[in-house]
């Protein structure tokens, strides 16, 4: 007791005394009061800010009782504060708390909240009086919405130096759309993303990137202290140079991937260091004026991914300080500007890729001697190699690209020179001989690729001191030999694909030791011996493709497991093609994974030791989603010599989406156990000895889209729900055991039962004759009550049919299509009772949809077809939704008509309407005819993506390929020759096929073809 009153006594002497120290301070130095006192409402401001988080964790050390100079992301000058930096807190608030709060601080010069999960929309500010000293915010990647010109709401905005508002999105009008739909109709103004033309006098400062902006490019009026401008990623067109003339202090300039269209513009300044102008459609020749005073100080230039043409301007040779040029992906054509590259003293990286040069790579490009990389991939060079290439001692090149071209002759053991190499690419031409052993000196390297070559002899096993390689592909040769145990001293290797050679010998069990490995590839060998358990120990193997060899000998149960403990893809984001098996004969195999980088997809080559049809061709990137958790995705041992049962072991491989044991020697049943292979989408068990019944429980595999279990020892019946009621005939034949759909139908009495049926038989016979008096009696009595409920049904009908006619007279204004319904009848809709289908639309009469679209009028039309027209409608309760009256299916009976309703309302994708009901009237005959795909063709003719929502796209521009494969479906669908319509089981199984092809990784999956 007495401790804590003399601790009190203490404590109340120091405030006491430094309350008196502080009055002395204050009388003496007033200024000082001020600012003292300035600097507690500021930290007032700063306490009332974060109390109004609903998550304050971020902000823990805002106290009263701290200084607030000291808190996080807090700084002070002059006894105030004047700069706020919490990027990458996570806030979770709302603009309003942030205009409110921070933007009014008086002293303030920076804000900066990138990435703080910041939302709401910007009007606020227009309410807030900013700090007149306030000269930079940040507010990128956060969720803002609001027009862009309420920005102007700063105020004073003339002090404003530094804005930027990457990620920001502007909020949508309102806008129509079909229930559950994703397809959104703006209604009214259709340019809702304008970017307000005004002047930034003292503006230094500007990103605006990855927005959403769709108007013409702004004039941005007196930019004159503008150093920096990004808008990136938008939509703006029209005309550059008038609207930046005034912008002569620009050093930062990013134009990339808009809608920019003419010559390249013409940029005032001399000051200009980076210009990015890629992902446009600028036309034409390099300008003049590039190569002029603009190039002076010019350090990157990126004009990549435009339709250029001719020739590369010897003129742009003095562009001296020039470190990086970018002209990938254009029209140029002509021999390499090596000459002017070579007067570009300061060059270190050069991307001539995806253009029209041709002729030869000279040696004197090794003269560049900064050059640190070189990309001349997809061209039309020729000739041998350089033997000088890297001549020089002092070389710095890390990265040479020379894929898809049409070079000769052997590969250059003087590579070996080029000691800081890092990326290797020779693939896809014409070079033969053998791989260098010279190559094993390159202690940096990380990819070696040289697939699609004629090169022969064995694999170097001097490759093994490149301890630092990553990649080793080398597929599609004439390699020889055995694969050298020794590459397990790479501990790096993450990718080793060596298929489509001749190579022999056995897989080396040390490659277990790879604990970076994911993708391992020797299909299409002469590769024998069993299957090393080890690999079991490759802890990030996602891809184990062994088809096509003499393996023999058991699969091994430790093989797995490593399921359900991989990390992370380790996959660094590569491209690649995926060619799937397009089931022929001579075509064996699942598929083939082949890095792709900078290689024209039209120019892919069929390999004479590769007889697959290359049509069935998907793209991406490699970029595995899973995490700690991740099994293979693709494991494929097909076409060897196997034995033995399947591992039960396998079904913990939650993640594959590919397993093809087909043509081996395997036997015993079919595992229960692989009903945990929950993500596999096609499963190939065929030409085996498998014997026994299919497992009922392979029916929980929802994502399978293809299997064949044909030509084994199967017996029973075949499961008769889904997905197996969806799969043709031929993936379960020769199994003499099998029946049930799609193969012939079971037996309905088995011996076993027979005896049960015999000894029942005489009390059938017994009750037989009261059963027939019984069953007459009810008979008549059913057709008296039928004739009765007959004859009212027919007054009823009479009466609702006057009644329809009058409401189609007086509503009907749209002309000879809508006047000419007569209706014999018209019934209350059926109904779907189905959990798949969202409130049902059940007593929905005809009559009701009169009502809807008023009498089927012209001005509710919104699409017309072969199977009918389509009208909007507004139900009695509210919901908008898409009414299709139908043509031509009077001769369908209703139960085959419900039957397909049903099977349409199962049917549940994010890009396609649901279907929420429907009715049948009696009599369809009457229906007009036009051309349901009519619109969509004429979009074919021309560009088919316009026929997307916008905002799909926008959200995720990867997805296009695949709408493109449900558009595929549904035109054939709407085919006008009807014998070529698929069933509604074939679409089921198409969009199976769709759902199958994207299990390569999330990122991707892009198929050939597409449209109508």
Not at 111 to 131: F, P
Not at 533 to 560: H, K, M, V, Y
Request: charged share 15%.
């Amino acid at each position: 007791m007495m401790t804590l009153k003399t601790k009190a006594s203490s404590n109340t002497l120091v405030i006491f005394f430094s309350f008196f120290l502080l009055l002395i301070f204050l009388s003496i130095h007033p200024s000082s009061a001020a600012a003292l006192s300035g600097l507690y409402r500021d930290s007032q401001q700063l306490l009332t800010f974060k109390s109004s988080l609903t998550n304050p964790n971020p902000l823990q050390d805002w106290l009263a009782t701290n200084f607030p100079c000291n808190f996080t992301g807090v700084s002070c000058k002059n006894s105030r504060i004047s700069s706020i930096d919490l990027s990458y807190k996570i806030l979770d608030t709302d603009f309003a708390a942030v205009s409110s709060y921070l933007f009014s601080l008086q002293n303030l010069e920076s804000l900066s909240l990138k990435g703080s999960n910041i939302t709401g929309s910007v009007a606020s500010v227009a309410k807030t009086r900013c700090s007149s000293t306030l000269a930079a915010v940040d507010l990128a990647e956060n969720g803002l919405t609001g027009p862009i010109s309420d920005l102007s709401g700063f105020s004073p905005s003339e002090s404003i130096r530094c804005l930027l508002q990457q990620d920001f999105r502007e909020q949508r009008r309102p806008v129509a759309f079909l229930r559950r739909s994703p397809v959104l109709v703006p209604e009214g103004q259709q340019n809702l993303r304008r970017f307000p033309a005004s002047d930034f006098k003292v503006l230094e400062y500007l990103d605006l990137s990855c927005n959403n902006f769709t108007n013409v490019f702004p004039s941005f009026g007196d930019c004159s202290a503008l150093q920096h401008l990004d808008l990136s990623s938008n939509k703006f067109s029209g005309d550059v140079s008038a609207s930046l003339s005034s912008c002569k202090s620009l050093t930062f300039l990013n134009l990339t991937n808009n809608q920019l269209s003419g010559e390249v513009p013409v940029i005032s300044g001399e000051n200009m260091q980076y210009l990015y102008l890629s992902g446009n459609d600028f036309r034409g020749k390099i300008p003049g004026h590039l190569s002029g005073s603009l190039c002076s100080r010019l350090v990157e230039l990126n004009l990549s991914s435009n339709n250029l043409s001719g020739s590369v301007p010897e003129s742009l040779g003095s562009c001296s300080a020039l470190e990086s040029l970018d002209l990938s992906n254009n029209n140029f054509s002509g021999e390499l500007p090596i000459n002017t590259l070579l007067r570009m003293v300061s060059l270190k990286n050069v991307s001539l890729a995806f253009n029209n040069f041709v002729g030869s790579l000279p040696d004197s490009f090794s003269n560049i001697t900064n050059l640190e990389a070189l990309d001349v991939s997809s061209n039309r060079l020729s000739g041998f190699i350089p033997f000088g290439v890297c001549q020089n001692p002092s070389n710095k090149l890390k990265l040479l690209y020379l894929q898809n071209n049409m070079f000769t002759g052997p590969v250059p053991d003087t590579l070996s020179n080029c000691s800081q190499l890092v990326s290797l690419d020779l693939s896809f031409n014409y070079l033969t001989g053998t791989i260098p052993a010279s190559l094993g000196s390159l202690s940096k390297l990380h990819d070696l690729m040289m697939w699609l070559n004629g090169l022969h002899g064995e694999i170097p096993l001097e490759l093994m001191y490149v301890v630092s390689l990553e990649n080793l592909i080398l597929d599609f040769n004439e390699l020889s030999g055995t694969i050298p145990a020794s590459l397990s001293n790479c501990t790096n290797l993450n990718w080793i694909s060596l298929s489509n050679n001749k190579l022999t010998g056995e897989i080396p069990a040390s490659f277990g030791r790879l604990a970076n490995l994911a993708i391992l590839k020797l299909g299409n060998n002469s590769i024998s011996g069993s299957i090393p358990p080890e690999l079991g120990d490759c802890w990030s193997l996602i891809w184990l493709d062994l088809n096509t060899n003499l393996l023999n000998g058991t699969i091994p149960p430790a093989l797995f497991k490593q399921s359900g403990n991989i990390a992370l893809g380790l996959l660094t984001g590569k491209r690649y093609i995926y060619i799937k098996n397009d089931g022929s004969e001579q075509c064996h195999g699942a598929g083939n994974l082949l890095e792709f980088g900078g290689i024209r997809e039209e120019q892919f080559r069929i390999s004479t030791r590769h007889p697959c049809n290359f049509t069935r061709v998907y793209k991406g990137i490699t970029q595995p989603t899973f995490n700690h958790n991740g099994s293979m995705i693709l494991l494929d041992l097909s076409h060897n010599l196997l034995d033995g049962s399947i591992p039960k072991e396998l079904g913990s491989m939650y993640y594959l989406s590919v397993l093809n044991l087909g043509h081996n020697d395997l036997s015993g049943p079919i595992p229960q156990e692989l009903q945990g292979l929950k993500m596999v989408g096609i499963l190939d068990l065929s030409y085996n000895r498998l014997n026994g019944s299919i497992p009922q429980s392979l029916t929980s595999l929802t994502l399978l889209g293809e299997i064949d279990l044909s030509n084994n020892n199967l017996d029973g019946t075949i499961p008769q729900s889904a997905p197996f009621d969806t799969f043709p005939d031929y993936r379960f034949l020769n199994n003499s055991g099998l029946c049930g759909y799609p193969l012939q139908a079971c037996s309905t009495h088995s011996s076993s039962s027979s005896n049960s049926q015999h000894q029942m038989s005489h009390r059938r016979q017994a009750s037989l004759a009261g059963s027939v008096a019984m069953g007459l009696l009810f008979s008549l009595f059913c057709i008296f009550g039928l004739i009765i409920v007959a004859i009212e049904t027919r007054k009823r009908r009479k009466k609702k049919e006057a009644a329809l006619e009058a409401y189609i007279e007086n509503h009907s204004h749209s002309g000879t299509a809508n006047s000419a319904w007569k209706l014999t009848g018209a019934r209350e809709a059926l109904s779907i009772n189905l959990a798949t289908f969202e409130k049902p639309l059940r007593k929905l009469t005809f009559a009701d949809l009169l009502e809807a679209t008023n009498g089927f009028h012209n001005d509710s039309l919104i699409g017309s077809g072969g199977f009918g027209d389509v009208y909007r409608a507004q139900l009695k309760d509210g919901s908008i939704v898409a009414i299709k009256k139908l043509i031509h299916i009077s001769g369908q009976g209703d139960r085959e008509f419900t039957a397909e309703m049903e099977t349409i309302g199962k049917i549940k994708q994010q890009y396609l309407v649901p279907l929420l009901g429907y009715c049948k009237p009696i009599d369809s005959a009457d229906f007009g005819d036009n051309n349901l795909v009519g619109w969509v063709k004429q979009h074919a003719r021309m560009r088919i993506s316009d026929v997307f929502d916008p905002e799909i796209m926008r959200e995720d521009p990867s997805l296009e390929i695949e709408l493109l494969q449900h558009l595929k479906v549904a035109c054939a669908c709407l085919d006008d020759r009807h014998w070529r319509r698929p069933t509604m089981i074939q679409v089921m199984a198409m969009f199976k096929e769709i759902q199958a092809g994207s299990w390569l990784d999330s990122y991707v999956n892009h198929p050939h073809g597409g449209g109508c």
